[in-house]
């Protein structure tokens, strides 16, 4: 980057003497802001990483860069500084016109070498690799189409991602994609058959439509991977699906669309949390035809001081303006983003040069202008008619994301998240979403009593066999047995659990609740229903231990010690380093005469643990009457 900022300055002076060339003056232009979507294997339809590519399309190269069609950059100059900006200055666009009047000279030998792309993944070998389990039929013709493909994730522990990188199949029909993460892995649920994905632009989940809650996993033609910078890694467990909502182009001809998915992890935790703030007002979208200036706006002040660290605006083909910006407590106004000439075909993720910071009590703005006149040549109804908010294209959005970070040490998303929910629900009361993540949030602010008010309301929005109530239900759940509602507990998973059987957090949870009421048996077969390998399989490994050892001992005091001896030696399978665990279970053997394994229990107990006293002294002891 260094380097080709100082041939372009020195070409500008050459330039102005010389005449402009190829080698000298446009190639540093063109291998910056051109080439990285223009190269054999991108989306764009031809390549100008040579002279000779570039010397066939002179003339077309002036017109785009010209008019501003090309390089596609949305942001208007001056209000909001972002990295790696593909803005060509006024200065850029003079010297490629003038090339092109001389003649489109290539001028003597140099200059910079060409790019190098990597064919492959561009990062290298991923860890993880994970492939749509089926392909996509994208038809030959008709309007885009938004399609969701679902990769389960089989991982043996937790991971934790530090980039990712989309491969989205022919990158000549993928306009742009999105990776969600769905932690309650019910996405496939939405599938006619398992592996084929399911249509919508929008997609369904109870968590941030962009979980991981702080981070943008976004694919664009010519975009790089996105590296976290240090501390900022994500989570993602065994269990967890992921869904790659895409939009697609059809070409003329049927095609077939299959992408995969490369992860690239790291030992180290995040250390730092940002969150993704949502600001929108879709139902004020309703655009009467011919409206050439129809504007929406939304208002959030900010709980707490926060660093901005990137912004996504996103609208259709009727948006025009699209403007963020964050009044200062002082009256000051601060630029987010505004781009004066909004395309959907160019929508992207930018991040800020610095991260912007802003304080409390600041209020982020968005205000979008629409324009659903005849004159808009994207308007995608020809004679215009009235607009409302949805999912397909030709409805409308308003949008605008932001990645933050609070100020100050730990994890503060929940108090910030909080904020979020509660400004959703000013707009939307009856939002089934926004109430089940508020309870969500409330009881994990350990506010168990306000937590079950918002669930109930939830639950009493939709049916109950509507997409997100198992996970309503469970939740409930937790917050009626955190006030001590046991009873009330218990029917809840139940009823999470009917609707989704393999709701596994549910699964332990109602475990965990019968337990708790001295329902040994119950519990026990229900912790024995969940998959080890899952978070809640290992969370619930050592509970399930314990209730094996409690009714080990019960069943002991009532004369079934076989059955007994078989659950301390699964409880021992699932907690191999319990030391106190080997010695009661050595005690049992020892009692009924199976002294060689009792000596083998006793022995392990003590080299998990030599200061346990209790199995040294059982060791001692029947090793003198065994005679050694």
């Known amino acids: ?89 006024p200065q850029q666009i003079r010297l490629i016109g003038a090339w092109v009047a001389a003649g489109a000279p290539e001028g003597p030998p140099g200059g910079p070498p060409p790019p190098h792309f990597e064919a492959g993944w561009q990062m290298g070998v991923p860890d993880l690799v994970l492939e749509a389990p089926a392909p996509f039929s994208l038809p030959a013709s008709g309007p885009d189409v938004f399609w969701n493909f679902v990769f389960p994730v089989k991982l043996p522990a937790t991971r934790y991602v530090r980039a990712i990188e989309i491969r989205p199949g022919d990158r000549r029909l993928v306009h742009h994609a999105n990776l969600l ?73 049927p095609e077939q669309v299959r992408p995969a998915i490369g992860l690239y992890f790291t ?12 600001l929108e007002n879709d139902d004020a979208l309703r655009i009467p035809a011919g409206a050439r200036d129809f504007a929406i706006a939304d208002d959030f002040r900010l709980p707490m001081d926060v660093e901005v660290l990137a912004v996504y605006p996103h609208a259709h083909y009727l948006g025009k303006l699209l403007e963020a910006y964050a009044t200062l407590p002082d009256g000051q106004r601060r630029w987010l983003i505004r781009i004066p000439d909004w395309d959907p075909n160019w929508q992207a993720v930018y991040y800020y040069r610095e991260p912007l910071r802003l304080p409390r009590d600041a ?25 409302d908010s949805g999912n397909q294209s030709t409805d ?66 939709q049916p109950d066999t509507a ?20 009873a009330e507990g218990i029917e809840q998973f139940r009823l999470a659990l009917r609707l989704n059987p393999g709701l596994s957090a549910a699964r332990l949870n109602l475990a965990n609740a019968l337990l708790d009421a001295g329902k040994l ?69 020892m009692g009924h005469g199976e002294l060689a394994e009792a000596l083998v229990q006793f022995e392990r107990a003590l080299a998990i643990d030599p200061a346990n006293e209790e ?13 050694k």
């Open 181 to 253: 993460v769905d932690r309650t892995a019910s996405a496939h649920r939405q599938e006619t058959a398992p592996g084929s994905g399911f249509p919508g632009m929008e997609v369904t989940l109870l968590r941030s439509p962009f979980d991981p809650e702080g981070h943008f996993l976004f694919w664009k033609p010519g975009g790089v991977p996105h590296v976290e910078p240090s501390g900022f890694s994500w989570r993602l467990d065994s269990g967890d699906e992921l869904v790659l909502n895409a939009h697609l182009h059809p070409s003329g001809k």
């Open 521 to 589: 048996e119950e519990g026990i077969a229900d912790l024995r229903q969940l998959d080890q390998g899952s978070v809640e399989g290992q969370a619930g490994s050592l509970r399930l231990a314990r209730a094996l050892a409690e009714s080990a001992r019960h069943l002991a005091t009532h004369g079934d010690w076989r059955e007994a001896a078989a659950r301390y030696r699964e409880a021992a399978a699932l907690v191999p380093s319990d030391a106190p665990l080997r010695n009661e279970f050595g005690e049992l053997l």
């Open 267 to 278: 030992d180290q935790p995040p250390r730092r949390f940002p969150l993704l703030v949502q």
């Open 396 to 461: 409308e959005m308003g949008h605008l994301w932001l990645q933050v970070l609070p100020a100050g040490a730990g994890d503060r998303r929940l108090e910030l998240q909080e904020a979020v929910m509660r400004h959703r629900l000013d707009k939307h009361p009856d939002d089934f979403s926004a109430r089940f993540n508020l309870g969500a949030v409330l009881l994990a602010r350990m506010n168990p009593p306000e937590a079950v008010s918002m669930l109930e309301t939830a639950l009493r929005l």
């Open 615 to 627: 199995a040294r002294q059982n060791r001692e002891m029947l090793l003198r009457h065994l005679g």
């Open 1 to 89: 980057m260094v380097r080709l900022g100082l041939l372009l300055l020195f070409s500008a002076c050459a330039a102005a003497q010389n005449g402009p060339t190829f080698t000298r003056d446009i190639a540093p232009i063109v291998y910056q802001s051109c080439a990285p979507c223009h190269h054999t294997g991108e989306a764009a339809p031809f390549s100008l990483v040579s002279y000779a590519d570039l010397k066939k399309r002179a003339g077309q190269i002036a017109a785009v860069t010209r008019s501003g069609y090309m390089p596609p950059w949305l942001p208007q100059a001056g209000y909001g500084e972002f990295a790696d900006a593909r803005r060509l200055s």
């Open 467 to 486: 997409p997100g109530n198992a996970e309503a239900h469970n939740m409930l759940g937790a917050a009626y047995t955190r006030l001590g509602r046991n």
């Open 363 to 387: 209020v982020i703005s968005m205000r979008y202008h629409y324009d659903n006149s005849a004159a808009n040549a994207r308007n995608p109804n020809q004679p215009p008619r009235e607009v």
